[in-house]
């Protein structure tokens, strides 16, 4: 374990990307074999800071010191081999190769055969075996990541950093999909890489987790350090008040509306996958939040998926308005005024090499194609600058590439892009999935709109006082099937967590 007080010091760093100052002066100090929690709205620069630490970007201003020495990193590798590791928010594995070749990517154990250097893949899975079972995670060394549910990527992402052996593990969001088991299965980690002297800078917007698991917190708002604090002195409300600068008084926004006569309904729908949804009856309404709860594997980004035309249904109907709809295909989709907004915007959300303003028209260009056959952009322009106004996306122009947003903010120019397209029926899969309280609350307001004015409102989540606080209905399915519906109003955790645990 380090001598010094501190096994990190970062001072004074700064960091400008065109037209925003990303980080302000801003100074974070970490003890050996501690969890320091990083807090702050999206946008606020905890992710930059990080990326700064670890090689991806390069500090304009500052000094890092570790374990009691200057250091600067060009690139990851160098800041891999000095001890520190990250789990990054956005999850970018290689998804047609294997789990073990993803997990020691730059890293293959070789053997010699002769003057042939080969990959020596018997050692490769031995030893990704290894640290799986020190763990304690069940996922397959050979199996294709492809086939992974999101939530065994990240676990692997998690073991992956572990593997390492670091004095430092940041990890940017690392429970943003992971059920509550695979939750409680990550502390037992953390806590045993803290007892073994490892230092953990844990980024969330979770702050029940931050306050379960955290020794300090710091916080940052608009690129600036706003101060650190030992975790036995703060409350929900003064992270709130910190972090925003703001006292949020409401979690969830007044709903004013009132959901009228059926408008979608969905019969039988059984999948052609044979271990996916099955004989799936729900029916939705004008104006109605209509929630969808279960656990991971439960099918529900599947039914969803099918509802607008990206995996095969074997039999069952649809019916939008009382007429019988056919959907094989987005494009069908949209003409019935559907929207979908998917799980993973990183994956197949945002178009990451082009502007925010692209992003925004996108899903939307056939309404602003002249008789000509040219793009009226100067309209289109215009629709999209008044989305990203509306939605108070943080960016220093339409023009900045998307993947340069934090997080929150492109869900948020997601959000827009299907709102432009005017649906009758939206349909969220994890809307605020890595978005801070702030930017949460400005997602449920215009969810809450949006019902108001008529529109159908579909809903996944996986946080329960969100799925509760925000659904008229809640749906909750188990391995592919539906075990119940309850009233959004009346239902409680337990009930849902039951329903979701009632294999059929």
């Known amino acids: 374990m380090s001598g010094n ?22 100074s974070l100090r970490v003890r050996p074999g501690s969890v320091h929690a990083l807090m702050g709205e999206n946008g606020a620069g905890k992710s930059t800071l990080m990326k700064c630490l670890f090689g991806i970007y390069q500090a304009d201003g500052g000094e890092i010191i570790l374990d009691g020495k200057p250091v600067s990193f060009a690139n990851t590798k160098q800041a891999l081999d000095a001890g520190i590791s990250m789990i990054q928010q956005e999850l970018l594995p290689v998804p047609q190769r294997s789990v073990m070749e993803n997990f020691w990517l730059g890293r293959f154990p070789v053997k010699n055969y002769g003057l042939v250097r080969l990959v020596d893949h018997k050692k490769m899975y031995a030893d990704t075996k290894a640290v799986f079972d020190d763990l304690k995670m069940d996922i397959s060394p050979n199996t294709k990541v492809i086939n992974l549910s999101v939530s065994k990527i990240q676990s692997m992402e998690i073991a992956q950093a572990v593997s390492y052996h670091s004095k430092v593990i940041i990890m940017d969001e690392p429970t943003s999909s992971l059920t509550e088991n695979e939750v409680a ?34 916080i940052m708002r608009d690129g600036k350090h706003i101060g650190t604090y030992p975790d036995k002195e703060l409350t929900t409300e003064l992270i709130i008040n910190r972090m925003v600068g703001r006292t949020l008084t409401n979690r969830f926004p007044p709903r004013e509306n009132k ?22 009856s729900f029916e939705v309404r004008r104006g109605e939040i209509f929630g969808i709860g279960g656990l991971v594997g439960a099918q529900r980004s599947e039914l969803v998926e099918s509802l607008f035309g990206l995996r095969g249904v074997k039999s069952g109907t649809i019916s939008i308005n009382g007429k019988t709809a056919v959907i094989t295909n987005p494009i069908q989709a949209k003409k019935y005024r559907i929207a979908l907004l998917t799980e993973e915007r990183r994956t197949t959300g945002i178009f990451p090499v082009l502007s925010v303003l692209d992003n ?13 056959r040219l793009l009226d952009r100067k309209r289109g322009d215009k629709d999209a600058k008044d989305s990203i106004e509306k939605l108070r996306v943080k960016t220093p122009s339409a023009a900045t590439h998307i993947e340069n ?7 948020k120019v997601i959000v827009a892009r299907w709102l432009l397209t005017e649906p009758d029926i939206l349909i969220l899969d994890e809307p605020t999935r890595g978005i ?14 949006l019902a108001k004015s008529g529109k159908t409102i579909i809903m996944i989540s996986s946080e329960m006082p969100e799925l509760i606080g925000m659904s008229d209905r809640i749906m909750v399915m ?12 009346k239902a409680t955790q337990e009930q849902i967590i039951t329903l979701a645990t009632q294999f059929m």
């Open 259 to 280: 959901p009228g006569e059926v408008f979608l309904k969905v019969e039988n729908y059984t999948s052609t996958v044979e271990r996916s949804f099955k004989d799936v």
């Open 478 to 489: 188990c391995e592919g099937r539906v075990t119940g519906i309850l009233d959004g109003k």
């Open 185 to 218: 299965h990550l502390f037992t980690i953390i806590r045993k890489l803290r007892s073994e002297g490892v230092s953990i800078i844990y980024i969330s917007h979770k702050i029940e987790e931050i306050l379960e698991i955290s020794d300090e917190v710091t």
């Open 436 to 449: 801070d309280v702030g930017a949460k609350y400005e997602i449920y307001s215009i969810i809450a709109d």
């Open 360 to 372: 925004t028209l996108i899903a939307n260009l056939d309404h602003y194609v002249r008789k000509s």
């Open 5 to 26: 007080e501190f096994i990190l010091e970062m001072k004074n760093i700064s960091k400008n990307f065109p037209g925003v100052k990303a980080l302000d002066d801003v």
């Open 405 to 411: 947003l934090s997080g929150g903010n492109q869900q």
